[in-house]
């Protein structure tokens, strides 16, 4: 015979675990999701941690921090996207290093470049 604070345990038991499996399913989606994007670059990205800057066609420039870099493409981030132009020139100094790029996607202060094919 069962007493209610058993069968009270078990139920609370069973939804401790239901959701422990319910969240490990999300973590693992996520992860699997991450492991996806990852892979669709056209070349493995580097991580950085250097000072760069964009230079806008129509003069100006836009100080950037570039956290990761790869033959065709890179993510900055910047103190605010706002009134940034599709195109820009991504000036690392330090490397003596000058590309002209597109701006592909951005989220928040973070910036998605890929080179231009004509820049190598």
Same mark, same amino acid.
């Given at each position: 015979?069962?007493? @209610?604070?058993?069968?009270?345990? #078990?139920?609370?038991?069973?939804?401790?675990?239901?959701?422990?499996?319910?969240?490990?399913?999300?973590?693992?989606?996520?992860?699997?999701?991450?492991?996806?994007?990852?892979?669709? !670059?056209?070349?493995? #990205?580097? #991580?950085?941690?250097?000072?760069?800057?964009?230079?806008?066609?129509?003069?100006?420039?836009? @100080?950037?921090?570039?956290?990761?870099?790869? %033959?065709?493409?890179?993510?900055?981030?910047? %103190?605010?996207?706002?009134?940034?132009?599709?195109?820009?020139?991504?000036?690392?100094?330090? %490397?003596?290093?000058? !590309?002209?790029? #597109? !701006?592909?996607?951005?989220? @928040?202060?973070?910036?998605?470049?890929?080179?231009?094919?004509?820049?190598?």
């Amino acid at each position: 015979m069962h007493t @209610d604070s058993e069968g009270c345990n #078990r139920r609370v038991l069973s939804l401790l675990h239901y959701q422990t499996a319910k969240w490990a399913s999300i973590v693992w989606a996520t992860t699997m999701n991450i492991a996806v994007a990852i892979e669709k !670059r056209g070349a493995p #990205r580097h #991580r950085v941690f250097k000072h760069g800057t964009l230079a806008l066609a129509g003069g100006g420039a836009i @100080d950037c921090t570039v956290r990761n870099i790869s %033959d065709t493409g890179a993510r900055v981030d910047v %103190d605010s996207p706002v009134g940034l132009p599709e195109v820009v020139t991504l000036m690392i100094s330090a %490397d003596h290093f000058v !590309r002209q790029c #597109r !701006r592909v996607w951005c989220n @928040d202060n973070r910036i998605g470049l890929a080179f231009d094919q004509a820049g190598g």
